[in-house]
């Protein structure tokens, strides 16, 4: 058998080495050493640490205020499979203190909780003062998934649309910030990422059943998401759409829209926390933008 050649062998090796996020602007400045090693990194990916550390920096900021004031910021994060949510949840969370900041992801109603009032078990998540909870994914299933995978009725799904407004109404008038983002990604790049899940041994635990079924059922989708913005887009509780093709600008954005909302001590420039208006869209432009396009379905983004 040919032996590899050393520049093979290195590459090789090379494939399964992933720098953890920060290392390339931590060690920008560092010198040549017998322990170090060369490694190139892309301009952008440099851009990129840096204005994520200094979003985190925000958000810790933001924590810190809420500690003193007793305020409370309730995240939806809605959207269809593999548009980035869990990755912008994670960065977000990445160095916030675990005790004021709760990331809930419910696995499906059991047999008790499927004779509950819907919202029941949402409720007991709820932020108490001085608390971030992040919904990865929430009560909207009733309003996309579930019904395009057939988990609950169409009566149930209409009671719900009828519901949720007054539902949310009652959250925010009791003082708790509500953000609800939608993360849109297009139907190409969801193949790809779906496709990436299956050889990469990082991902592997995303993957899911429900996968290939959101290809199959893109049009259901985007018809359940048209009915979902139309019924549920309220002024006390709006949607912010955000881009999500390219994950890493949709994670700086969507961060950027958070701390521009609220107010806390030291808070950087309005400018610095401006998001970029091709990333985040309202809910209003992209009703706009649907109903423009319900008869050229290509043209709907996702």
């Known amino acids: 058998m040919a032996k590899k050649s050393k520049k093979h062998d290195e590459k090789e090796h090379s494939d399964d080495i992933r720098l953890a996020e920060g290392t ?3 060690n920008i400045d560092n010198k040549k050493g017998d322990d170090r090693v ?6 952008s ?4 640490e840096k204005e994520l550390k200094k979003l985190q920096i925000e958000l810790m900021k933001l924590q810190l205020s809420m500690k003193e004031s007793g305020e409370r910021i309730l995240v939806i994060f809605e959207g269809r499979d593999a548009a980035g949510k869990g990755g912008t949840i994670k960065r977000i ?6 005790r004021n900041t709760r990331v809930v992801a419910l696995a499906k109603p059991n047999e008790t909780e499927m004779t509950q009032w819907y919202f029941q078990r949402y409720i007991a998540h709820l932020p108490s003062a001085g608390e971030i909870v992040l919904f990865d994914r929430s009560w909207y299933n009733r309003a996309m998934v579930e019904p ?18 007054m539902f949310e109404e009652m959250l925010a008038k009791n003082g708790i910030k509500l953000f609800k983002f939608y993360f849109s990604v297009s139907k190409q790049v969801q193949k790809e990422r779906f496709e990436s899940r299956k050889t990469d041994l990082l991902k592997q635990f995303k993957l899911s059943p429900i996968d290939n079924l959101a290809q199959k059922y893109w049009d259901q989708y985007s018809i359940r998401k048209f009915q979902t913005l139309s019924e549920t887009n309220r002024t006390i ?66």
Not at 38 to 43: D, E, G, L, M, R
Not at 45 to 48: D, E, H, N, P, V
Not at 93 to 98: D, G, I
């Open 24 to 26: 390339a602007s931590d």
């Open 38 to 43: 060369a490694v190139w990194v892309s301009k």
């Open 45 to 48: 990916q440099l851009k990129y």
């Open 93 to 98: 969370t990445e160095h916030l203190n675990p």
């Open 148 to 165: 395009v995978m057939g988990f609950c009725t169409d009566e149930q799904n209409k009671r719900f649309l009828k519901d949720v407004p």
């Open 237 to 302: 509780a709006p949607w912010t759409i955000v881009r999500s093709d390219n994950k890493k600008h949709a994670r700086l954005n969507c961060m950027k829209f958070l701390l521009s909302n609220m107010t806390y001590a030291n808070k950087l420039p309005d400018d610095e926390l401006q998001p970029d208006p091709e990333v985040i869209i309202s809910g209003i432009d992209e009703l706009r933008h649907m109903e423009l396009n319900l008869m050229q379905p290509k043209e709907l983004r996702g």
